[in-house]
């Protein structure tokens, strides 16, 4: 079946499937957010990113294999609530950015800068800080040797706009000079975006509309 990146509260996964990585996206609740499992084709090592809630779900699919690591994308507590469950039962390796760590009560065991990399199995992901949603909300790129990137984008860009800065004038600046300057800048239209809420988008897709949402303000 052919991936679409739309998923619902208590339905199946969907699952992206390129030729060294599986993505598994599930929706989870109660505030409809993204978690992915990420899955090393070659070694079986995963990776989740936002252990959201619904710690049950996670752990059904994330299996007997268990995860290697756990990244939090920033400090809202909607993206950690099952990460306290998830990590006692798989013993997972702990990573958020530097500036969020100390917003999640779960102890970050790898605090992550701009640029860090993080890997498992044969996959490395690139960490982008980026400010604005949260002092240090981080999205991670996966550029795959065989196709296009994939970025994972917290709650820093959506379909339709950068995230929510609160009508912070100051802190919306500095969000969509983020994205424009450390993801749109360096990647190229076909990178598929994958966001902690939602529907997937391309960065084609979205791309054209950067001047509008820099005069909306948000």
């Not at 936002?50 to 299996?63: S, V």
């Not at 690591?69 to 390796?93: F, I, M, N």
């Not at 992550?112 to 199995?121: E, L, Q, R």
Request: aromatic share 6%.
């Amino acid at each position: 079946m052919t991936y679409s990146g739309a998923v619902k509260v208590g339905g199946p996964a969907d699952v992206h499937e390129l030729q060294d990585l599986m993505i598994s996206k599930v929706a989870v609740g109660p505030m409809d957010n993204n978690a992915y499992l990420l899955r090393c084709r070659a070694t079986d090592q995963q990776l989740l990113i936002d252990a959201a809630a619904e710690a049950a779900t996670l752990l059904r699919l994330i299996g007997d294999d268990g995860i290697a690591s756990v990244v939090t994308t920033h400090r809202h507590g909607d993206h950690w609530q099952a990460l306290e469950e998830v990590v006692a039962a798989t013993g997972a390796r702990t990573y958020a950015g530097r500036d969020d760590a100390e917003g999640i009560p779960v102890e970050t065991r790898v605090p992550v800068a701009d640029g860090d990399t993080i890997s498992f199995g044969h996959i490395t992901l690139t960490a982008r800080h980026l400010v604005g949603h949260t002092p240090g909300s981080i999205a991670l790129v996966y550029d795959d040797p065989h196709g296009h990137p994939h970025v994972f984008t917290g709650d820093c860009l959506f379909p339709g706009g950068v995230g929510n800065t609160h009508q912070d004038p100051q802190a919306f600046a500095r969000l969509i000079d983020d994205v424009e300057t450390k993801i749109f800048a360096p990647l190229p239209d076909e990178t598929w975006v994958y966001p902690g809420h939602g529907n997937d988008t391309s960065l084609g897709a979205e791309r054209p509309h950067l001047a509008e949402w820099r005069a909306r303000g948000w």
